[in-house]
């Protein structure tokens, strides 16, 4: 059973950091790119970063490049976001998501993921 697990969310402070992790059960994910979203409330889920299957290449949103860094460690199956400077504008649900394909495509997509997490919930404090 493909299964992906996010955790290290929390509450922090503005200007603070946290890391994310996702970790696949079931499956390996070397395979497959993959890539963190965030729903804030009331808006729709946006990509953030992505990372192709061998880890060569990244991709970030505008407004989290410089803040965050993807990663990946295919033998222990997980995914990091490490995420510094943190806004209250950051604050939401961070899911990963797998796509089948092993590159990133030019404009990675929610409905282009094939595997999600249950997500994790940060909140960022003014």
């Known amino acids: 059973q493909v299964q992906l697990v996010e955790s290290g969310g929390g509450l922090v402070q503005a200007g603070g950091s946290l890391k994310l992790s996702c970790t696949a059960s079931g499956w390996t994910i070397s395979s497959y790119s993959i890539h963190w979203f965030r729903q804030a409330p009331g808006k729709q889920r946006e990509f953030l970063a992505g990372i192709s299957g061998n880890g060569a290449m990244t991709k970030y949103a505008d407004s989290v490049k410089g803040r965050f860094t993807i990663s990946r460690d295919n033998a222990k199956n997980t995914v990091s976001l490490q995420m510094n400077t943190l806004k209250p504008d950051d604050t939401g649900v961070y899911y990963c998501?797998?796509?089948?394909?092993?590159?990133?495509?030019?404009?990675?997509?929610?409905?282009?993921?094939?595997?999600w997490g249950e997500g994790t919930r940060v909140t960022v404090s003014s």
């Open positions: 998501a797998a796509d089948t394909r092993v590159y990133l495509t030019p404009s990675p997509r929610a409905s282009g993921m094939d595997y």
